[in-house]
């Protein structure tokens, strides 16, 4: 490994900084843009409920308990409800301003290039297998008819508590909606966003009695064979695992 100011990652964000002279000549980058949305045309939807009850909570104690936790209650499983909200936590639709959609996490020039699947492994009412998250139309795409959950751990380098979790979020980059844009710097956003979804996702979770945990461990080309992404144009990026609090003094 060379020295730290010989590494690619510093020579990245070196390469990416914002100064005066570059702001004062940028260009725009010759990265052509993509679809805002992923679609697929052919995946059985999912709709999801909006119907998930929450007491009043107050963002103090959240922050205060959240713990990434490895050991979860496998019953009763998550309902569709509560996966719904940490799904709309993730990613979902808060608000609107002309064409742009806005979401409940911050994005670099509202462009959201982070995509969200799940493995769903305990959770009521829905198969076992993966999904991708439609945030347009508050739905689940389904990818496979099996459950994924001892592939998702072997691929997060053998993380076997990730297949106990009741579901797993694996957040992709489609680079081209921020690199076209953006250039070099997209790619700090894109890994800012995913970090900003990944967070409300384990605070969302502190909320209905679960709790996460983040993964930035993983074999990236496996992951992304298991998601069907190509590695270039999308690429995982993170995940987490959620799962059912263990009751104390069980
Ligand atoms: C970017 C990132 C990657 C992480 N990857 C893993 C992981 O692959 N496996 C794991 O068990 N924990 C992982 N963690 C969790 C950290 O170990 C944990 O956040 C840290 O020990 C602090 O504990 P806390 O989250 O309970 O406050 C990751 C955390 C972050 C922020």
Redesign the pocket.
């Known amino acids: 490994m060379p020295e730290l100011k010989e590494t690619k990652g510093f020579q990245y964000l070196k390469g990416s900084r914002f100064d005066r002279f570059s702001m004062e000549n940028r260009q725009r980058p010759a990265i052509a843009k993509i679809e805002p949305f992923k679609r697929y045309p052919h995946a059985g939807k999912i709709p999801l409920p909006r119907t998930w009850i929450l007491t009043e909570e107050h963002l103090t104690p959240l922050l205060q308990h959240?713990?990434?936790?490895?050991k979860y209650s496998t019953e009763p499983p998550i309902s569709l409800e509560h996966l719904a909200f940490l799904l709309w936590a993730s990613q979902g639709i808060t608000g609107q301003a002309g064409k742009y959609l806005f979401r409940a996490a911050p994005s670099g020039g509202a462009l959201y290039p982070v995509e969200t699947y799940i493995s769903a492994h305990s959770i009521q009412g829905l198969a076992a297998g993966l999904y991708h998250f439609d945030a347009e139309h508050f739905a689940l795409d389904r990818l496979t008819e099996q459950d994924a959950a001892e592939a998702v751990a072997t691929a997060?380098?053998d993380?076997k508590?990730m297949a106990q979790a009741a579901v797993v979020f694996l957040w992709t980059g489609v680079f081209r909606r921020a690199m076209s844009k953006y250039g070099d710097r997209g790619m700090r956003y894109i890994l800012l966003d995913a970090?900003h979804i990944?967070q409300n996702v384990?605070l969302a979770a502190e909320a209905v009695g679960c709790g996460g945990?983040?993964?930035?461990?993983?074999y990236d080309s496996e992951l992304n064979q298991l998601l069907q992404i190509d590695g270039e144009e999308e690429s995982i990026l993170?995940?987490a695992s959620v799962g059912k609090k263990i009751p104390p003094g069980t």
């Open positions: 959240r713990r990434s936790l490895r997060c380098l993380q508590f970090g990944c384990l945990c983040p993964i930035g461990a993983f993170y995940a």
